[in-house]
């Protein structure tokens, strides 16, 4: 049974479209992450909630909302979307809020925007 | 500014040796690191953490090495088995922000050859 999942796997779309990707975990932890992956390889963080509590929100432009409905699930709404939004978006969770506790990944979502 | 580096971005290593990755950081205020493991098409998975009281701290086949001074860490496979043919990304973070975000330097590529 997949502890972190999304959906889709893979998105291809056109520019000016709005799309969303779906993150649930099902590991009863109390925070969730957005990393987006560049073409450079570099994770970086975007977004984490906590309990459906907005913690850190990382200079991404505002055309990308996260959604909290409950705390197994974060959902990455982008709007408008872009050429350079192709990346390979990855949800995280973890026990607690601290970084000491480990951060359990799902397997990724791959973008194109064309 | 990439506070995380990871400088080698593949290693090739024969089965049975040691793989040594190194990881490079600029931040002092960074007080716990890990080290995360991706293979193609699947999310980072958490493979080893160190705090900063600490210089060493080792999982079976895996030992992470902390040089504070150096702003400097190692992680040692031995022996390297095929399969840990993977990317490797370091990551940091300032823990006394307890916010959970991690910095993740680029990922290095180790190919163990059998």
């Known amino acids: 049974d997949t502890a972190v999942s999304q959906t889709p796997k893979y998105l291809v779309t056109q520019m000016g479209n709005d799309k969303s990707i779906k993150c649930e975990q099902n590991?009863?932890?109390?925070?969730m992450y957005w990393y987006k992956q560049d073409s450079k390889k570099f994770l970086k963080i975007m977004f984490s909630y906590n309990n459906k509590e907005l913690i850190i929100n990382e200079t991404v432009p505002n055309r990308f909302s996260p959604k909290s409905p409950d705390k197994a699930h974060l959902n990455l709404h982008i709007n408008s979307l872009e050429l350079g939004d192709s990346a390979v978006y990855f949800c995280?969770?973890?026990?607690?809020?601290?970084?000491?506790?480990?951060?359990?990944f799902g397997p990724g979502t791959r973008l194109t925007v064309t | 500014d990439q506070q995380v580096k990871q400088n080698s971005p593949s290693l090739s290593v024969q089965e049975g040796r040691i793989s040594i990755l190194n990881c490079d950081y600029t931040n002092s205020m960074f007080d716990y690191f890990l080290w995360y493991k991706k293979y193609p098409a699947e999310g980072p998975t958490f493979l080893i953490s160190?705090?900063?009281?600490?210089d060493k701290n080792e999982d079976g086949r895996f030992t992470v090495f902390l040089n504070k001074s150096a702003k400097h860490l190692s992680l040692h496979i031995v022996p390297s088995q095929p399969g840990d043919s993977a990317v490797y990304f370091c990551?940091?973070?300032?823990?006394?922000?307890?916010?959970?975000?991690?910095?993740f330097g680029q990922g290095t590529t180790l190919q163990v050859k059998p």
């Open positions: 990551a940091a973070s300032a823990g006394s922000s307890n916010t959970g975000k991690l910095i």
């Open positions: 995280a969770s973890s026990r607690r809020l601290y970084s000491s506790y480990e951060q359990y």
């Open positions: 160190i705090s900063s009281i600490k």
């Open positions: 590991l009863g932890h109390d925070t």
